[in-house]
């Protein structure tokens, strides 16, 4: 029986626009496009460090304005402290958890995100407010997909990997938690979700 749904936020409960503002900030589509990909690739400081908490908000720009000596470094600059107000809810998501909770589950969040968090909860996602936990990649410098995250969050949120189903859009990350026991399913709209959570039983 699932007792616990763990959900990731970026990409489940909201939209990430960077591009959007990199495009108001510069003027330029294709540089916001370029600067957007390699922001979250495998070799971007931001996915590296200030995901994983291994640098701070300056930091985590000083080192993108290594990497992109085109962006202008006041364009960076208002791209660090802007970017979290651009990560919009889906509306279909805002009341998920309170049915949830009515359905008798409880509601936790595993997510890669960097030390703003509890800023970004509190000014720009309500929908998140009521959640019965969370673990946050820059509090113990891990990230998905990495298998430790997912025992630690286990043994952190007091959940039992079997009764837990985690919701992610990243492929790789459901993976990995499946690979350890999880009930895991892979994210693609809450049109989706809902029917997959009706299909097991846990929302009507």
Not at 11 to 18: A, K, L, P, W
Not at 168 to 173: A, F, G, L, T
Not at 181 to 189: D, R
């Amino acid at each position: 029986m699932i007792k616990n749904i763990l959900f990731d936020c970026g990409g489940v409960f909201v939209d990430i626009q960077y591009e959007a503002l990199m495009r108001k900030i510069t003027g330029d589509p294709e540089l916001a496009a370029r600067f957007t990909e390699m922001l979250f690739s495998d070799v971007s400081p931001w996915t590296q460090l200030y995901d994983k908490g291994d640098c701070d908000t300056e930091g985590c720009r000083a080192l993108l304005q290594k990497q992109h000596p085109e962006i202008r470094p006041e364009h960076l600059r208002q791209f660090m402290e802007e970017w979290i107000a651009w990560l919009p809810t889906f509306p279909e998501m805002e009341t998920i958890i309170p049915e949830l909770h009515a359905a008798g589950r409880r509601c936790f969040l595993l997510s890669n995100f960097p030390h703003r968090f509890d800023e970004f909860r509190r000014r720009y996602c309500p929908a998140l407010q009521d959640l019965d936990g969370a673990v946050i990649s820059y509090q113990i410098h891990l990230l998905k997909p990495d298998p430790r995250i997912f025992t630690y969050t286990a043994g952190h949120l007091g959940i039992e990997p079997a009764e837990t189903l985690f919701i992610d859009d990243s492929s790789e990350n459901v993976d990995s938690a499946r690979s350890l026991g999880f009930q895991a399913w892979h994210y693609t709209s809450a049109v989706a979700l809902r029917a997959e959570l009706a299909r097991l039983g846990v929302l009507p």
